[in-house]
């Protein structure tokens, strides 16, 4: 079943290396590819030392990717080499930072933290335009146009998170890599920011890439998620499908290891443990369609398990090879 | 009818912390028992008081706190009356804490087995060579494969969740009576989170420790907590069973907890967000502190503050809605479909009595 809808992100064995050729070098991100399509919410997950943040960090180019093809609306941005080529580039990705309190100057007022795409960028005609422009960005996330002169420290962390995604949208970006944007937050601001950052997607036909280790935050969010492990993605699908009928025994642990909010339910719960030597032993791996936009990372001799884990999970009828 | 022992009592405790701004009210009024052999949750977001709560208990707070009334009883003494040298025996021996960040609660220039060796030496009289041994078991007892081989390593050369294993051990090696655990997996994955959790509750099981569990997590305590303490503005708004919080919850910031927070089933749509932001506690508002942030509040809310209601024998909550003359309101919908679910697995339970009510 060929996909209509338009790819705004395209990865290709998008491999990131550090320390090559070095005896502790690091595979960060080890041929990882994944597209995503416009206006939806691309969900990433995995544990800490996956590969999730490196990985949205070299599309963004903050890391020089060390082998593979990132396609942008159709370009290929894997090697950008000029300044104009990444100024260009930048104003249409933009990212949101997980920690609210590290990623905005401390001795920047909130419109000039606001503001600095903008001036980098010269959207605004005059001063006058540029305070309008800062105005109408608080204004969307939530925030007082009287906050404008407040230092970040005068501010929660919910709503420091706030300008964080006012600076991201001032540039009126196509696609945001939302870095683990609320596990600093407090359970019900929260909600509050995923709301916003749902309301903003739909009025601004946005594309979030969503990185983050919080599965059911993620599910609720995303429309397709990703399951990072050792820096391979090892699942991806349809949101309730990875989290209602796992193919990989990864994504089944994983899954397995959330805490619910129903004591009945944790009380009965049984945790899946995982044994990643089957990642180990050195077989040749692939993406494989299983189910309709569901794939698994298989060997070949694998692939019948899972199509039969996908037809007794009922995402297919019947063995379709 | 049952009386299970208290290990600490806690009664009408109110702590200020003197700032620049002015005296910031932290906690406001709050009371309440650890049993023995139970897990106490306390949950409710940062600044709600309840790193502040158990601090108090440890002797632990910031130079500019006062405790301006109440008392910490444990084992028929008064803890706050207690010096910092008679703290210093109680600390680590007989209540002992586990910290949300393994790496800064560890010494990185100390090799583990002699930090978990330490509370041993100092507490209980031991030689070294005893306390190592008695390390070891604990290392062992905690889950570090090869123990003997790590003993004599750093806290560098750990994973997080096995710091967070050396932390635990290093807390229980006493057998303590109270341990008190400050979001102790929050920097964790999910996959070494359930780990650790089981531990704790398996290691619970063998030495009856009492676990007083503070978490903004309510997944975590759902799985973890035989009763539930819900803080809000330095105040516990609500008290019950884990049943009783989680499937009929009667507070209205209880409610918003439950409600914020996606469940696997939870359908894309909008979750439901608690407007706004907790109060300034440097002039606490007046009435229900929830009030300004509350779909349900009524005009009493922002007049009185709501005292404890009883709803069962060991539930409680400080909400006017469950006055007598209260209008009848319905629950968001999630919470009413937990509702329905108590009211289905309703079973008949041992009544305990609890001292802290005030009407």
């Given at each position: 079943m060929p996909d209509e809808r338009k790819k705004i992100l395209e990865v290709h064995h998008l491999k990131q290396y550090f320390n090559v050729g070095r005896k502790d070098e690091v595979r960060a991100v080890d041929d990882v590819s994944f597209d995503i399509y416009e206006g939806e919410t691309f969900g990433l997950v995995g544990e800490s030392?996956?590969?999730?943040?490196?990985?949205?960090?070299?599309?963004?180019?903050?890391?020089?990717?060390?082998?593979?093809?990132?396609?942008?609306?159709?370009?290929?941005?894997?090697?950008?080499?000029?300044?104009?080529?990444?100024?260009e580039f930048r104003r249409e990705i933009q990212m949101i930072f997980q920690d609210p309190y590290a990623s905005l100057n401390p001795r920047m007022k909130v419109k000039d933290i606001v503001a600095e795409g903008i001036d980098i960028h010269g959207?605004?005609?005059?001063?006058?335009?540029?305070?309008?422009?800062?105005?109408?960005?608080?204004?969307?996330?939530?925030?007082?146009?009287?906050?404008?002169?407040?230092?970040?420290?005068?501010?929660?962390?919910?709503?420091?998170?706030?300008?964080?995604?006012?600076?991201?949208?001032?540039?009126?970006?196509?696609?945001?890599?939302?870095?683990?944007?609320?596990?600093?937050?407090?359970?019900?601001?929260q909600a509050q920011v995923v709301n916003l950052m749902k309301e903003l997607q739909v009025k601004q036909n946005l594309t979030y890439l969503f990185i983050a280790h919080d599965l059911s935050m993620v599910k609720y969010i995303s429309d397709r998620i990703g399951v990072m492990h050792y820096g391979k993605i090892l699942e991806i699908g349809p949101a309730d499908e990875v989290y209602n009928s796992p193919l990989h025994a990864y994504t089944e642990s994983l899954i397995s290891a959330v805490p619910v909010p129903d004591p009945e339910f944790e009380r009965n719960r049984k945790q899946m443990p995982y044994d990643d030597s089957s990642e180990m032993d050195g077989k040749k791996r692939r993406m494989v369609e299983i189910a309709p936009g569901h794939f698994v990372r298989a060997s070949e001799d694998e692939v019948a398990m899972y199509t039969q884990r996908a037809v007794d999970a009922g995402l297919v009828t019947s063995f379709s090879e | 009818m049952e009386q299970t022992e208290n290990v600490i009592e806690v009664r009408n405790l109110e702590i200020n912390f003197h700032t620049y701004a002015g005296e910031v009210k932290a906690i406001r009024d709050v009371s309440f028992d650890l049993r023995k052999g139970e897990t106490l949750a306390i949950v409710g977001e940062s600044g709600s008081g309840k790193s502040v709560t158990t601090r108090s208990l440890m002797g632990l707070l910031a130079p500019n706190a006062e405790i301006k009334r109440g008392s910490i009883m444990f084992h028929g003494e008064d803890i706050i009356k207690k010096s910092e040298k008679d703290m210093q025996h109680i600390r680590g021996k007989d209540i002992a804490m586990i910290f949300q960040d393994p790496m800064t609660s560890l010494d990185p220039t100390m090799r583990i087995g002699m930090q978990i060796?330490?509370?041993?030496?100092?507490?209980?009289?031991?030689?070294?060579?005893?306390?190592?041994?008695?390390?070891?078991?604990?290392?062992?007892?905690?889950g570090i494969t090869n123990p003997e081989g790590r003993i004599n390593d750093y806290p560098y050369q750990f994973s997080g969740g096995m710091r967070q294993r050396i932390v635990i051990a290093i807390a229980l090696v006493c057998y303590p009576e109270v341990l008190i655990a400050d979001e102790p997996t929050t920097a964790l994955d999910v996959t070494i989170q359930a780990q650790i959790l089981d531990l704790m509750k398996d290691l619970q099981n063998r030495i009856d420790t009492s676990i007083i569990f503070i978490t903004h997590d309510l997944g975590v305590v759902a799985g973890m907590a035989d009763r539930v303490a819900v803080m809000y503005a330095g105040k516990i708004v609500e008290y019950g069973t884990v049943d009783e919080i989680f499937f009929n919850p009667?507070?209205?910031?209880?409610?918003?907890?439950?409600?914020?927070?996606?469940?696997?089933?939870?359908?894309?749509?909008?979750?439901?967000?608690?407007?706004?932001?907790?109060?300034?506690?440097?002039?606490?508002?007046?009435?229900?502190?929830?009030?300004?942030?509350?779909?349900?509040?009524?005009?009493?809310?922002?007049e009185q503050e709501p005292p404890f209601f009883k709803v069962s024998d060991t539930h409680y909550a400080a909400t006017w809605l469950l006055h007598p003359d209260a209008p009848k309101v319905t629950p968001p919908d999630e919470i009413v479909r937990r509702q329905t679910k108590f009211a289905a697995m309703q079973k008949p339970e041992a009544p305990i009595q609890n001292p802290s009510t005030k009407e």
């Open positions: 030392g996956s590969g999730k943040t490196t990985t949205g960090r070299s599309i963004i180019h903050l890391y020089e990717p060390t082998d593979g093809q990132i396609i942008f609306n159709g370009k290929d941005v894997s090697k950008l080499h000029t300044k104009k080529e990444m100024h959207l605004a005609k005059d001063d006058a335009d540029r305070t309008k422009q800062v105005e109408d960005l608080l204004d969307t996330v939530g925030l007082n146009k009287d906050h404008s002169s407040r230092y970040p420290h005068e501010f929660s962390g919910g709503q420091r998170q706030r300008i964080g995604i006012a600076r991201a949208l001032a540039v009126e970006p196509k696609f945001i890599i939302a870095d683990e944007p609320i596990s600093a937050l407090d359970v019900s601001i | 060796a330490e509370p041993l030496m100092k507490h209980k009289g031991l030689k070294k060579k005893e306390a190592i041994a008695q390390a070891l078991e604990m290392l062992k007892l905690v009667q507070h209205p910031y209880t409610w918003g907890l439950l409600n914020s927070m996606p469940t696997l089933d939870t359908e894309s749509g909008s979750l439901s967000a608690i407007p706004g932001t907790p109060p300034d506690l440097l002039e606490p508002p007046v009435g229900d502190a929830f009030a300004a942030r509350s779909d349900y509040a009524m005009k009493i809310d922002t």
